[in-house]
């Protein structure tokens, strides 16, 4: 790592260099020094958003929505892996809520009533689809559609959150992104805990109703973000900003710095089927399959979530260090290795074996939790790296809308795979045929791992330009703070690893108290963000 003499970059670096303080020995010393550097409320966000909205609110909602497609609306495994792709489409359009975030201030903020927006959505769509028992399908995809999208307005504000502060607190990057996974596999091991219970004693849409509560909390998390208010704000100019920030965000993805790691992502995802709607099906079906209970299955994803918080620890600790390439090399490969446990279930091998179908299934799901989450915080890493000034929000929210893209592909994929071999409600014998099409699919990326910058995690990716604009840049001054609203309009592309001239990170440096804060479950341990 390089020895910066800025004075707050010094700082971050004299917080971030101990490493061994900040790993599966002392994560409240890593909590503390990010609520000491960007204040507790950015905290308190990420937790609120990552922790409760979709670490908790995944978990009991994958589990509760499974039984709830399953049970009260009895449709097909296809057709529920086809309604999940659609209730995921509003990730898909992240760079919409993230051009009005980082554009349309409201009363002056530009985070906080985005925040609070996401809440209500969140909550009202929840009670209705729990207090209405006769929704048919599509009221009831509307409802969970919705929910979907108080839920990814919250996170693309968050994104933006940590897209800003990656780019003033290089250092802290992995840290952020350590901060977030690990938020979600507390929240999600908490949640996996309640859902089979929760599901067994109030129903699925009983359980789906308690959704609203960790919508409650991002509300709470919007009115409590420490944020400073803008100065007038002409409305009028709107339409101005919206084109230049497209216009910046065209010039960033014609940087090859940036569209290749993008192909490779998009590739690497879609290509990843997701066929957890048979395996659901199968799970819980008591004549072909182990027949788990609605506890059984809680319990399950729940004790599987800690490889998730195991993958985060082990990531945070030792393998944040290591080069993108290298990471995602091992990250394919062992994401196809440990998809053979679930042909070993499928088959019935684990039975030949002596070992019983829960504590098999239990010990499928740490592995391929914990493999996903040290093959997803490389990737989000990276995206973060690849953010310019002044449109973090808008271009991380495009970054990881093409992410969803690829996990909304890879579902159809999955669903059509599903229908297409004819695994259906009751019959499962082609299922050992799609887990084996779908691990071998994941292979196949590695043909483009070339595509992806072979430097270490705490490199700055986009060139020295791009990162700190030119004469052409609009800047937004309030108290102490000096930062970049709108990339120049010259920015061009140069080889990364560009030192950063002290001068140039002046816009984005602030007091540490001043600073202004902008900030699924599937098995894979893939989620969408």
Avoid at 104 to 115: A, H, I, L
Wanted: proline content about 4%.
């Amino acid at each position: 790592m390089e020895h910066r003499e800025d004075g707050p970059l010094q700082l971050q670096e004299t917080a971030a260099g101990d490493r061994g303080k900040c790993c599966v020995a002392s994560p409240c010393g890593w909590l503390g020094r990010l609520s000491h550097e960007l204040h507790w409320s950015f905290v308190l966000a990420v937790v609120a958003v990552y922790g409760a909205c979709q670490g908790v609110g995944n978990a009991i909602g994958g589990v509760a929505a499974g039984y709830y497609w399953k049970d009260v609306q009895r449709v097909q495994p296809s057709a529920a892996q086809f309604y999940q792709g659609v209730t995921d489409a509003p990730w898909i359009v992240k760079p919409i809520w993230g051009l009005l975030t980082d554009v349309v201030p409201v009363v002056g903020f530009r985070r906080r009533p985005y925040f609070v927006l996401a809440g209500v959505i969140g909550v009202s769509s929840m009670l209705m689809l729990s207090l209405n028992h006769e929704l048919g399908i599509m009221p009831a995809l509307l409802m969970l559609t919705a929910q979907s999208a108080g839920a990814a307005i919250a996170d693309v504000t968050v994104d933006a959150l940590v897209a800003q502060n990656s780019i003033t607190h290089p250092l802290l990057a992995a840290d952020m992104q350590s901060l977030c996974g690990f938020s979600s596999s507390v929240g999600a091991l908490l949640g996996f805990s309640l859902s089979g219970l929760l599901v067994h004693s109030m129903g699925s849409q009983g359980a789906l109703g308690l959704l609203s509560i960790p919508s409650a909390l991002v509300l709470l998390a919007g009115i409590l973000l420490k944020e400073n208010r803008g100065t007038e704000f002409d409305y009028m100019q709107v339409h101005k900003k919206f084109y230049k920030a497209i216009q910046s965000m065209g010039r960033t993805l014609k940087c090859p710095e940036v569209w290749r790691p993008c192909v490779y992502i998009f590739v690497s995802l879609n290509l990843s089927l997701d066929i957890q709607g048979g395996m659901f099906y199968w799970y819980t079906d008591p004549v072909v399959g182990p027949g788990f209970s609605e506890g059984y299955i809680g319990l399950i994803y729940s004790i599987g979530s800690v490889g998730s918080l195991i993958g985060v620890l082990l990531y945070q600790s030792t393998l944040k260090d290591y080069p993108f390439r290298s990471m995602l090399l091992w990250g394919q490969v062992l994401s196809s290795l440990a998809g053979m446990l679930d042909l070993v279930l499928v088959t019935r091998l684990n039975l030949k074996i002596g070992m019983a179908d829960y504590f098999f299934a239990v010990a499928d799901n740490a592995v391929s939790q914990m493999v996903g989450r040290l093959q997803w915080l490389p990737l989000l890493v990276l995206c973060s790296k690849l953010c310019p000034p002044g449109t973090e929000g808008t271009f991380y929210a495009l970054l990881m809308s093409l992410q969803n893209a690829g996990l909304l592909m890879s579902a159809w994929w999955g669903g059509l795979l599903l229908h297409m071999l004819n695994v259906t409600r009751m019959e499962f014998s082609n299922l050992w045929i799609v887990v084996l099409i779908r691990n071998i699919s994941r292979l196949v990326p590695l043909m483009l791992l070339f595509l992806v910058p072979d430097c270490d995690q705490n490199s700055t990716l986009l060139p020295a330009e791009m990162l700190h604009g030119n004469e052409s840049t609009e800047t937004m001054k309030k108290g102490s703070n000096e930062f970049s609203v709108l990339v120049g309009d010259n920015s061009g592309c140069i080889s990364p690893g560009v030192a950063v001239d002290s001068e140039q990170i002046k816009n984005f440096d602030a007091e540490t108290d001043d600073v202004e804060l902008i900030p699924l479950v599937n098995k894979s341990g893939l989620t969408v963000s």
